[in-house]
């Protein structure tokens, strides 16, 4: 344990509240930069609020198929 401490306090001290703080802000900090996310699943829903090239839009919906 002769290692320097990662995160030490110079001056004051912390209450329960500011450690808590500290922690978390730690810990989200700590996640890997490159590592990948899992791509998130749009819902039909919110894809057809998009405005697209496609012929999806209502006004296709009147055209003859």
Same mark, same amino acid.
């Given at each position: 344990? &002769? @290692? #320097?401490?990662?995160?030490?306090?110079?001056?004051? $001290?912390?209450?329960?509240? @500011?450690?808590? *703080?500290? *922690?978390?802000?730690?810990?989200?900090? $700590?996640?890997?930069? &490159?590592? #990948?996310?899992?791509?998130?699943?749009?819902?039909?829903?919110?894809? $057809?609020?998009?405005?697209?090239?496609? $012929?999806?839009?209502?006004? *296709?919906?009147?055209?003859?198929?």
């Amino acid at each position: 344990m &002769n @290692e #320097e401490p990662l995160v030490s306090v110079v001056r004051g $001290s912390l209450d329960d509240h @500011e450690l808590a *703080a500290l *922690a978390a802000i730690l810990t989200s900090r $700590s996640t890997s930069v &490159n590592s #990948e996310t899992p791509p998130q699943a749009v819902s039909e829903w919110s894809r $057809s609020a998009r405005p697209s090239g496609a $012929s999806r839009g209502w006004r *296709a919906s009147a055209l003859p198929r």
